[in-house]
């Protein structure tokens, strides 16, 4: 009897490595099931699961669990969304610090398709997460229309096996191909293979094995079909850990940005009018992760289930140190002296030792059991998307949505608050915006996002990785708010988005038995 929980047996397991695509890859080398999900549904036979709400309901927590724990090497490490995605996508900007060897590899772009390094169990864990939510998607179609379960009672959870499906789609997006506005100008506009069916048997993976990349535009396409058919779906919120209706609107707003359908974003946030604000405090979403105004979703970490001291956020963060807030953000003039979110209960700075005077988030702020959330999306996303938007197409209200995000951060918004007059242009608006997103956001992983979509922008463009401070702990005397830092020697250099480094190569576990993905690996690898 056939097991939901993907053992192979001893036969297949040889032909699953070489055949297979990213999570099957995973399974046949050694990534235990048990060990990531920890589920009852695990030793339920796949003939049974999809017999009750309440067994289906089982392995969606699996899946949550597989979205939240992922592997590293045969360690939880959070692939990819449970704490990888904030760190490698922080770790790719240059808003943050690497302070040790710990994440040097993708903070200097050191990376390639062979060694176990991040890039790589970023793609293995995230196509290992799209694979259950195919299964499950399938395993619900089928026993609706088999009668053994009623689409009313299951469609919020293949709501939330669309959510993740598209998220992850996307999350390799940024990473693997090429921002959507440079398609067009030479033959390697590659999105990502999207995954559309689930494999538990040879006959299903080979099928898989040979999806094609298609074109970036082609991927946003399905990324978005995916969220709008979630949005049908899923269930208003109720609780953050839960994938949302809300949650899903919010989302849209993200791809659209990159997408750059400014209109879009406008239309998307709307919908979230009078359903969330932001808290007057903005230590309020950090100090109580589950009940405030403005966390849409966040995946969920209790002090029994997070990704080790080896991958969690307030380990890495202000427990080891070994992520600092950079010079470069910390001394930006437009982040004022006085704003909160430099407040102690949100910055750590160590007073002695090898660290002292050193700036380290606190966001994440349980060092000991590591049970902090990792956000996925904030109502501060969407308005920052929205003003964004609005700003681009010269609406003036984006100024609202700015402010909303900004003020409850001042020492005294009726001076410091931005007005008509604070800006002469476009460019500056937009500017003020993407400084803002990147205080707001700081080690919550949207840096690389945002440099990734605005490649070659028309009003505030970047050209690849930027210049970062050199890897290692930061002097404690370049921490010096409103003086701009200087580069200088030792400091990790720029590198531009037509260096191969720009995007990661898919691994070479895949290309090498992969004739399809082969002739479409990313250029220069």
């Known amino acids: 009897m056939k097991k939901y929980n993907l ?20 399974t046949a080398t050694g990534c235990s099931e048990d060990r990531l999900d920890q589920q009852p549904f695990n030793e339920v036979p796949e003939e049974t699961i999809f017999t009750s709400q309440a067994l289906v309901e089982q392995a969606v927590n699996g899946m949550y669990n597989a979205a939240q724990r992922g592997d590293y090497a045969g360690a939880g490490r959070g692939y990819p969304f449970g704490a990888a995605y904030q760190i490698q996508n922080d770790m790719r900007g240059e808003d943050m610090v690497s302070t040790a060897t710990f994440f040097q590899n993708t903070y200097i772009s050191a990376i390639n398709g062979a060694a176990a390094l991040n890039n790589i169990y970023y793609w293995l864990d995230t196509y290992r997460l799209i694979n259950r939510a195919n299964l499950l998607i399938e395993g619900i179609d089928k026993a609706v229309a088999a009668g053994t379960v009623s689409a009313a009672d299951t469609n919020k959870f293949k ?5 993740f499906r598209a998220i992850s789609h996307f999350e390799m997006l940024k990473h693997f191909s090429r921002p959507i506005q440079l398609t067009g100008s030479d033959l390697f506009d590659y999105g990502v293979p999207y995954m559309l069916k689930g494999s538990t048997n040879l006959q299903d993976a080979l099928e898989n094995a040979n999806v094609d990349r298609e074109n970036v535009g082609v991927t946003y396409g399905k990324v978005l079909a995916d969220l709008d058919a979630a949005e049908i779906l899923l269930a208003n919120q109720y609780t953050v850990y839960r994938i949302s209706k809300e949650a899903a609107i919010a989302y849209k707003t993200v791809v659209k940005l990159h997408q750059r359908d400014w209109a879009g974003v406008i239309t998307e946030a709307n919908k979230l009018d009078g359903k969330f604000t932001m808290e007057p405090d903005p230590n309020t979403p950090w100090a109580n992760n589950s009940v405030n105004n403005e966390s849409i979703f966040s995946i969920e970490n209790t002090d029994t289930n997070n990704p080790t001291v080896n991958g969690a956020l307030p380990s890495m963060h202000a427990g080891r140190n070994l992520i600092a807030i950079s010079p470069v953000l910390w001394n930006k003039a437009m982040w004022l002296a006085t704003d909160k979110r430099r407040s102690e209960n949100m910055v750590l700075t160590p007073a002695s030792g090898a660290t002292a005077g050193r700036k380290y988030s606190l966001k994440y702020k349980d060092t000991t059991t590591r049970k902090d959330a990792a956000p996925i999306i904030r109502y501060a996303e969407v308005l920052l998307n929205r003003a964004e938007a609005k700003a681009r197409l010269g609406d003036a209200t984006y100024l609202a949505d700015l402010n909303a995000v900004r003020n409850r951060s001042l020492a005294n918004p009726a001076t410091e608050a931005y007005t008509a007059a604070s800006f002469g242009t476009m460019v500056s608006q937009v500017d003020a915006i993407l400084t803002e997103r990147r205080i707001e956001f700081v080690a919550e992983g949207k840096r690389w996002g945002d440099i990734h979509r605005l490649i070659n922008d028309d009003l505030a463009p970047t050209a690849g990785v930027p210049q970062k401070y050199k890897n290692g702990v930061p002097k404690a005397t370049d921490y010096t708010i409103g003086t701009p830092y200087v ?11 037509t ?17 399809t993905l082969k002739a479409q690996q990313n250029k220069g690898w």
């Open 499 to 515: 260096d191969r480094r720009f995007l990661w190569p898919i691994p070479d576990a895949q290309v090498n038995v992969n004739p």
């Open 159 to 163: 709501g939330e096996a669309l959510f």
């Open 7 to 26: 053992k192979l047996n001893k036969n297949l397991k040889g032909i699953f490595a070489v055949a297979s695509f990213a999570f099957l890859l995973a």
């Open 487 to 497: 580069f200088g020697s030792g400091d990790v250099g720029a590198i531009p988005y």
